[in-house]
């Protein structure tokens, strides 16, 4: 079978195509036939060697993938033939890849393959960090940096279901059009104005009560300035390639909390808090109040490129690769 391998650590150069013999699925696992494969930022920074806990090359990369069931394990409820979308122990940029049962759910109806692909990190990060990590309320106001990427347009929408009052930043125009059409209210276009300056100008001064932090370095920094009394900052990526550094003495003094958020952790620690939401997130994607935004599709032999795509900031949405 065909696989897009990270052969060194290094730049996006260092992603080949090759071919790789067909995995055999263990006791509980079962092998999917992968019609689509999502990208990840987390992809990136481990092909760049910067991932805490991340695989060592040569590895294949991919977390998520939807496609259709091709064998299954000992132990597994599902059929040869069942559409599904869901995680992968790495190896998801393949034909075929294998995932663990309990991280696969049903693709629902109206899902193609490549929104199905961009469920599972994106969609459940999004949700976790709002909800089970930062606890927003219908009344609140939150920050969400990146509004037009993965996460960031999974979060738009879900903040803006739940009720509360959406600010977003993203680097263009374009960008920004995409996140107030999926529901920010406060679209801040961050390369042209500071965001902090703006997020205080809209709430009197007051600040908002929720940021979701993907970016790190010195947008957390900044972040923090755009916090209201008792305000929450869920620290869940580092795109700028740099780790957010709160102050403490700040941080107390303005009764600030810095959450961490880490999907693959949680999935292992805390798996019912993870999934929970699946069945009311896949209701909504049927219902059509929630949607997978499949922003760019590349081929799986144009894998190195779609890295390179995504490191230039030029994508929206959910990037997917096709074998
Ligand atoms: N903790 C977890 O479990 C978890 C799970 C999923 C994702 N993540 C993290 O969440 C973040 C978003 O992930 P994603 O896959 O949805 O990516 P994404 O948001 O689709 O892409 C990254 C975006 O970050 C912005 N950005 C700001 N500074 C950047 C820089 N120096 N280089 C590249 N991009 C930069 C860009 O948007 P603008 O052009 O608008 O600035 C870019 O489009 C990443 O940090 C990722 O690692 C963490």
Redesign the pocket.
């Known amino acids: 079978m065909r696989v897009a391998e990270i052969t060194e650590f290094g730049d996006s150069s260092t992603v080949e195509v090759t071919d790789h013999e067909k995995p055999e699925p263990g006791d509980g696992e079962l092998r999917v036939e992968v019609k689509a494969a999502g990208i990840?930022?987390?992809d990136i920074?481990q092909r760049r060697g910067h991932y805490q806990g991340g695989p060592e090359p040569p590895y294949v990369p991919g977390m998520e993938v939807a496609g259709v069931v091709d064998a299954v394990g000992d132990g597994v409820g599902r059929d040869v033939g069942d559409e599904v979308m869901g995680f992968v122990n790495h190896g998801g940029y393949a034909e075929y890849a294998i995932a663990n049962a309990s991280g696969v759910f049903d693709l629902p109806e109206n899902m193609s393959y490549a929104e199905g692909a961009g469920f599972p990190?994106?969609f459940l990060?999004a949700h976790n960090c709002l909800f089970e990590w930062g606890d927003l309320e219908e009344d609140e106001q939150v920050l969400i940096h990146?509004a037009?990427?993965?996460?960031?347009t999974a979060a738009v929408q879900l903040a803006s279901n739940a009720g509360a009052e959406v600010f977003g930043t993203?680097?263009t125009e374009e960008?920004l059009s995409l996140a107030e059409e999926l529901g920010c209210d406060h679209p801040i276009q961050y390369t042209e104005v500071d965001f902090v300056e703006q997020v205080n100008d809209i709430t009197d001064g007051d600040g908002v009560d929720i940021v979701l932090d993907?970016?790190g370095g010195e947008t957390t920094t900044e972040s923090l300035k755009a916090l209201t009394h008792m305000g929450r900052l869920v620290a869940?990526?580092?795109?700028?390639?740099e780790p957010g550094t709160p102050n403490t003495a700040d941080l107390l003094f303005n009764n600030h909390s810095v959450i961490g958020?880490?999907?693959?952790q949680a999935m292992l620690r805390t798996p019912g808090k993870v999934f929970g939401a699946v069945p009311k997130l896949n209701g909504a994607l049927e219902s059509g109040d929630l949607e997978v935004i499949v922003g760019h599709e590349f081929d799986l032999e144009d894998a190195a490129e779609a890295h390179q795509f995504?490191?230039d900031?030029k994508?929206s949405g959910k990037v997917v690769l096709k074998p």
């Open positions: 990840n930022f987390a920074m990190v994106q990060t990146a037009a990427g993965g996460v960031g993203a680097s960008k993907g970016i869940y990526g580092a795109a700028s390639g958020y880490h999907l693959g995504i490191e900031r994508s």
